[in-house]
């Protein structure tokens, strides 16, 4: 007995909380990263802002209708490239709404447990194709059938852009809506079928009501992946900044336009190297709105049913 | 006993099934029109499996499946013909916990009369749920804030207005699955003297754990235990009225039960 | 008081059938929204793979990109793919494991941590190109790396560490409490039941999380381009301070340009970008089926 006592002697103990101290410290550091690189983002994009608009005037970058950076005669608004991004924003939502919807209310409501498991992966995998095939695919294959269908197609066009990305945002829309139709308490289906309500009626007039601030979320969610989504727009829907809402016509997304700076072999000090961070911060704000809301929706959705 | 002709519901050798697993076994008994029917027995004995198979609920859970016949009104409610939608719609059901729909009180009775096909005028819809509400005794608490969400409520309020929610469509039986097993005794009390008022119209099935309310309430009591091989099927040892159950029982095990003997 | 008409029963069984069907036109609807979305991802593939075919030839692997279709490869591009893969494994999975580890293990109940889990599910939400202007910012100017391999993995690391925090987390919850407390009450420090325990038995998921991370990566083109990796390479990246191309890039590059030859070449370096990911994804499935721990 006595022996194994000293082997438990508090020089080991000691040894034994050093490390453990040590480790904890380094772990905290790296999840400190996270909030580092936030703090980058803010204030890489920060400080290439304001350098942009002591050159350029923040109303001239959010009235004037005309974005030529590029060009001799330089303008800078900003609104034709968020014009192009919310256009194929919305056509993408277009898709992916109805849709991923439908796919989330089935999986949730009618798929039996065996459907759900072969049918789910499948839809995954749509999501996890790289973004530069779907932009592959976009300008290549739908372009054309667009052409075919409306000869006034142009070759760069926001409508495939759109269609791409919808297919590919449609796994998130359908996988966090399904999340917030699961989530809804079994009695509340048990009270309506108690009713005499058929599966139907449950689930679009019970189920979904009350899962509607999940699907909210989920929506905004997608919302921002469309307007931060940059290869298929780069590769599809062209590099034209135009206010128009004609969704067969070539447009400049945000993204768009940073990829296109970014080809080019731009000076560190030149004015369109700042355009890229200005449009960057712009497109940053829009997207961590949509986020912080959709994360806060969610939380009060959860705490409701738990 | 031998009042036949006000059968609501009688079940026949029923057992049911959860994959494998008996659950409920060779359960035969009657449920009498305009009778407070309680069933009671220990925890785990099945009673809220055998409440749930009268009004075809169990079939939500997928492995489940079931022997024997139901019959209401003297038609099998398990034949392949019958619609599991129809039998709800015509035995309602009250849950151990309330359970409204997060919409307003109102809509909370007025959604079972529209999607049953209800076609009048907004007034009479408006008749209708007042009419329900006052059956459930919860107007005069409610007739100002109809339009109020129905998870406002306290937990009492909320259980009379899911039992407001099942008499709006006016079905013949209500079905109760404990339905005061979550409320405070005053709101207990209330839920009491509202079935005895609604039995004037409606049949009712209760599950209880608690036997003085069954003891208070009931006209009949049926007696669950588990028995089987291993004691793991539930089944009907006794049934009869309810004072003949509390005051001279036939079989042991039930007067050990009541009798606080058990276990 | 109403009268009930409208309850009869004779309306009931009418409308009943009505309903019925009405339920079952949607159940074939929102089913088939379903098999739209399959049948868009065959598509795809069928389109990718009829296109990329004919192009599909060891000289990809051999030949560095050219302007002449039928001399052009793909070699730089791998190469620098492996090179860039490899070492934003090498940053991302310690510090995204151990920020995983900390926040589930060892993070007391306060603000601070709040404050880190918010921004880890913020972050998970930024645009990919966003991190590209970090990385172009910070690394490839600030630091003065240039655009080099080491900036491009530094970027990648960044943009994968949200994913490996949140799947490390979920790996290690799945751990039940009881092991823990049964640790601790030998007298192990929260560290050593980290280490010992909780890490060992949630390895397999956590791997699993790590190649889908991974996987992510490897199809990641925005960013790149926005720190300025290269589309045309002709040499063989010989380390981490050497200027890159990768997979992704080198196909964009080939879906820009106007001749359909390079096009085929872009739908074969597709499909080998699906092989590389879907060996990836097999792999995932493999070790989450085979040996993950069922509690």
Not at chain 2, 16 to 21: A, L, M, N, P, V
């Given at each position: 007995?006595?022996?194994?006592?000293?082997?438990?002697?508090?020089?080991?103990?000691?040894?034994?909380?050093?490390?453990?101290?040590?480790?904890?410290?380094?772990?905290?550091?790296?999840?400190?990263?996270?909030?580092?690189?936030?703090?980058?983002?803010?204030?890489?994009?920060?400080?290439?802002?304001?350098?942009?608009?002591?050159?350029?005037?923040?109303?001239?970058?959010?009235?004037?209708?005309?974005?030529?950076?590029?060009?001799?005669?330089?303008?800078?608004?900003?609104?034709?490239?968020?014009?192009?991004?919310?256009?194929?924003?919305?056509?993408?939502?277009?898709?992916?709404?109805?849709?991923?919807l439908l796919a989330a209310i089935f999986l949730s409501e009618y798929a039996s447990e065996?459907m759900r498991?072969?049918?789910?992966?499948?839809?995954?995998?749509?999501?996890?194709?790289?973004?530069?095939?779907?932009?592959?695919?976009?300008?290549?294959?739908?372009?054309?059938?667009?052409?075919?269908?409306?000869?006034?197609?142009?070759?760069?066009?926001?409508?495939?852009?759109?269609?791409?990305?919808?297919?590919?945002?449609?796994?998130?829309?359908?996988?966090?809506s399904e999340d917030a139709l699961s989530a809804v308490p079994r009695s509340l289906r048990e009270a309506s079928y108690a009713l005499g309500a058929t599966k139907f009626e449950t689930a679009v007039q019970v189920v979904l009501p009350a899962a509607l601030s999940g699907v909210?979320?989920?929506?905004?969610?997608?919302?921002?992946?469309?307007?931060?989504?940059?290869?298929?727009?780069?590769?599809?829907?062209?590099?034209?900044?135009?206010?128009?809402?004609?969704?067969?016509?070539?447009?400049?997304?945000?993204?768009?336009?940073?990829?296109?700076?970014?080809?080019?072999?731009?000076?560190?000090?030149?004015?369109?190297?700042?355009?890229?961070?200005?449009?960057?911060?712009?497109?940053?704000?829009?997207?961590?709105?949509?986020?912080?809301?959709?994360?806060?929706?969610?939380?009060?959705f959860?705490?409701k049913y738990? | 006993?031998?009042?036949?002709?006000?059968?609501v519901l009688?079940?026949?050798?029923?057992?049911?099934?959860?994959?494998?697993?008996?659950?409920?076994?060779?359960?035969?008994?009657?449920?009498?029109?305009?009778?407070?029917?309680?069933?009671?027995?220990?925890?785990?004995?099945?009673?809220s499996t055998l409440l749930r198979s009268f009004n075809r609920m169990n079939e939500l859970v997928p492995s489940a499946r079931s022997?024997?016949?139901i019959?209401f009104n003297?038609e099998d409610i398990y034949d392949p013909s019958i619609d599991p939608v129809e039998v709800r719609r015509r035995i309602g059901m009250v849950f151990q916990k309330p359970n409204p729909f997060p919409k307003s009180i109102y809509e909370n009775i007025a959604w079972g009369l529209k999607i049953n096909g209800f076609r009048g005028s907004k007034?009479e819809l408006d008749d209708l749920v007042e009419q329900a509400l006052?059956g459930a005794?919860l107007?005069?608490?409610v007739?100002?804030?109809l339009d109020q969400s129905g998870l406002s409520l306290?937990?009492?309020q909320q259980q009379r207005l899911c039992i407001a929610r099942a008499i709006a469509i006016k079905p013949e039986v209500i079905l109760m699955d404990e339905p005061?097993?979550?409320?405070?005794?005053?709101?207990?009390?209330?839920?009491?003297?509202?079935?005895?008022?609604l039995?004037?119209n409606y049949t009712i099935v209760i599950v209880?754990?608690?036997?003085?309310?069954?003891?208070?309430?009931?006209?009949?009591?049926?007696?669950?235990?588990?028995?089987?091989?291993?004691?793991?099927?539930?089944?009907?040892?006794?049934?009869?009225?309810?004072?003949?159950?509390?005051?001279?029982?036939?079989?042991?095990?039930?007067?050990?039960?009541?009798?606080?003997?058990?276990? | 008081?109403s009268t009930l008409t409208a309850l009869k029963d004779v309306t009931f069984e009418r409308n009943l059938s009505f309903r019925k069907l009405k339920g079952k036109i949607f159940e074939i609807l929102a089913f088939?929204a379903?098999?739209?979305?399959?049948?868009?991802?065959?598509?795809?593939?069928?389109?990718?793979?009829?296109?990329?075919?004919?192009?599909?030839?060891?000289?990809?692997?051999?030949?560095?990109?050219?302007?002449?279709?039928?001399?052009?490869?793909?070699?730089?591009?791998?190469?620098?793919?492996?090179?860039?893969?490899?070492?934003?494994?090498?940053?991302?999975?310690?510090?995204?494991?151990?920020?995983?580890?900390?926040?589930?293990?060892?993070?007391?109940?306060?603000?601070?941590?709040?404050?880190?889990?918010?921004?880890?599910?913020?972050?998970?939400?930024?645009?990919?190109?966003?991190?590209?202007?970090?990385?172009?910012?910070?690394?490839?100017?600030?630091?003065?790396?240039?655009?080099?391999?080491?900036?491009?993995?530094?970027?990648?690391?960044?943009?994968?560490?949200?994913?490996?925090?949140?799947?490390?987390?979920?790996?290690?919850?799945?751990?039940?409490?009881?092991?823990?407390?049964?640790?601790?009450?030998?007298?192990?420090?929260?560290?050593?039941?980290?280490?010992?325990?909780?890490?060992?038995?949630?390895?397999?998921?956590?791997?699993?999380?790590?190649?889908?991370?991974?996987?992510?990566?490897?199809?990641?083109?925005?960013?790149?381009?926005?720190?300025?990796?290269?589309?045309?390479?002709?040499?063989?990246?010989?380390?981490?301070?050497?200027?890159?191309?990768?997979?992704?890039?080198?196909?964009?590059?080939?879906?820009?340009?106007?001749?359909?030859?390079?096009?085929?070449?872009?739908?074969?370096?597709?499909?080998?970008?699906?092989?590389?990911?879907?060996?990836?994804?097999?792999?995932?499935?493999?070790?989450?089926?085979?040996?993950?721990?069922?509690?």
């Amino acid at each position: 007995m006595t022996t194994t006592i000293h082997s438990l002697n508090p020089q080991n103990h000691l040894k034994r909380d050093r490390e453990r101290k040590i480790v904890r410290a380094l772990t905290f550091i790296f999840a400190l990263v996270s909030v580092g690189t936030t703090a980058g983002i803010i204030y890489e994009l920060l400080k290439e802002t304001v350098l942009f608009f002591q050159e350029v005037s923040i109303i001239e970058f959010f009235t004037d209708t005309r974005w030529t950076p590029l060009f001799a005669s330089k303008r800078f608004g900003v609104l034709p490239l968020v014009n192009g991004t919310l256009l194929v924003a919305a056509g993408a939502m277009l898709v992916a709404v109805p849709l991923g919807l439908l796919a989330a209310i089935f999986l949730s409501e009618y798929a039996s447990e065996r459907m759900r498991k072969v049918l789910k992966p499948i839809l995954e995998v749509l999501a996890g194709i790289p973004t530069v095939v779907y932009g592959y695919f976009a300008l290549l294959f739908i372009t054309p059938i667009l052409r075919d269908l409306f000869p006034e197609t142009q070759i760069f066009n926001a409508a495939s852009a759109s269609i791409a990305m919808g297919f590919m945002i449609l796994p998130l829309m359908a996988s966090v809506s399904e999340d917030a139709l699961s989530a809804v308490p079994r009695s509340l289906r048990e009270a309506s079928y108690a009713l005499g309500a058929t599966k139907f009626e449950t689930a679009v007039q019970v189920v979904l009501p009350a899962a509607l601030s999940g699907v909210a979320a989920a929506f905004i969610l997608a919302v921002s992946r469309a307007i931060g989504e940059t290869m298929i727009v780069a590769i599809a829907a062209g590099q034209q900044p135009k206010l128009t809402l004609n969704p067969l016509q070539s447009i400049e997304t945000m993204t768009a336009y940073i990829v296109q700076v970014s080809l080019g072999d731009t000076p560190h000090q030149s004015i369109a190297y700042k355009t890229i961070f200005a449009v960057g911060m712009l497109l940053f704000a829009m997207t961590l709105v949509m986020n912080i809301i959709s994360y806060f929706i969610t939380k009060r959705f959860r705490e409701k049913y738990e | 006993m031998d009042n036949n002709h006000n059968t609501v519901l009688e079940t026949k050798n029923l057992n049911i099934y959860y994959g494998d697993f008996l659950a409920i076994k060779d359960v035969n008994f009657k449920v009498f029109r305009h009778q407070i029917t309680a069933i009671i027995g220990p925890s785990g004995c099945g009673k809220s499996t055998l409440l749930r198979s009268f009004n075809r609920m169990n079939e939500l859970v997928p492995s489940a499946r079931s022997e024997g016949k139901i019959l209401f009104n003297g038609e099998d409610i398990y034949d392949p013909s019958i619609d599991p939608v129809e039998v709800r719609r015509r035995i309602g059901m009250v849950f151990q916990k309330p359970n409204p729909f997060p919409k307003s009180i109102y809509e909370n009775i007025a959604w079972g009369l529209k999607i049953n096909g209800f076609r009048g005028s907004k007034s009479e819809l408006d008749d209708l749920v007042e009419q329900a509400l006052r059956g459930a005794a919860l107007w005069d608490e409610v007739k100002d804030k109809l339009d109020q969400s129905g998870l406002s409520l306290s937990g009492g309020q909320q259980q009379r207005l899911c039992i407001a929610r099942a008499i709006a469509i006016k079905p013949e039986v209500i079905l109760m699955d404990e339905p005061a097993s979550a409320l405070d005794p005053i709101a207990t009390l209330k839920i009491e003297d509202l079935m005895r008022e609604l039995k004037e119209n409606y049949t009712i099935v209760i599950v209880t754990h608690n036997m003085q309310e069954a003891a208070r309430v009931s006209d009949y009591t049926a007696m669950m235990m588990l028995t089987g091989d291993e004691e793991r099927s539930g089944t009907v040892i006794e049934f009869d009225q309810t004072n003949v159950i509390f005051t001279r029982p036939k079989d042991k095990r039930t007067e050990d039960y009541i009798t606080g003997r058990f276990g | 008081m109403s009268t009930l008409t409208a309850l009869k029963d004779v309306t009931f069984e009418r409308n009943l059938s009505f309903r019925k069907l009405k339920g079952k036109i949607f159940e074939i609807l929102a089913f088939f929204a379903i098999l739209l979305g399959i049948a868009m991802l065959l598509t795809l593939l069928v389109d990718v793979f009829l296109d990329g075919l004919p192009w599909l030839s060891t000289r990809l692997f051999t030949e560095f990109p050219s302007r002449f279709p039928e001399k052009a490869g793909l070699r730089s591009a791998l190469q620098g793919s492996i090179w860039l893969m490899f070492l934003t494994a090498l940053m991302a999975i310690p510090v995204g494991v151990g920020a995983g580890i900390y926040l589930e293990e060892f993070a007391p109940q306060n603000r601070i941590t709040r404050f880190i889990e918010i921004n880890v599910a913020n972050l998970a939400g930024v645009p990919s190109i966003i991190y590209g202007l970090l990385g172009l910012g910070l690394f490839v100017r600030q630091l003065g790396l240039g655009r080099t391999l080491i900036a491009g993995a530094m970027t990648m690391a960044l943009l994968v560490l949200p994913i490996i925090i949140v799947t490390t987390r979920e790996a290690i919850r799945a751990v039940p409490n009881s092991i823990r407390q049964a640790a601790l009450a030998i007298g192990a420090t929260d560290w050593e039941v980290s280490r010992d325990h909780v890490l060992v038995y949630s390895a397999p998921a956590i791997l699993t999380g790590v190649i889908l991370a991974m996987s992510r990566a490897i199809g990641e083109t925005a960013p790149l381009i926005t720190i300025g990796a290269l589309t045309y390479i002709a040499f063989d990246p010989k380390g981490p301070f050497d200027i890159f191309t990768v997979l992704p890039i080198q196909i964009f590059n080939w879906v820009s340009l106007p001749q359909p030859a390079f096009h085929g070449l872009a739908a074969a370096g597709i499909i080998i970008l699906l092989i590389v990911l879907l060996s990836m994804n097999a792999l995932a499935i493999w070790l989450r089926n085979r040996l993950t721990i069922h509690w």
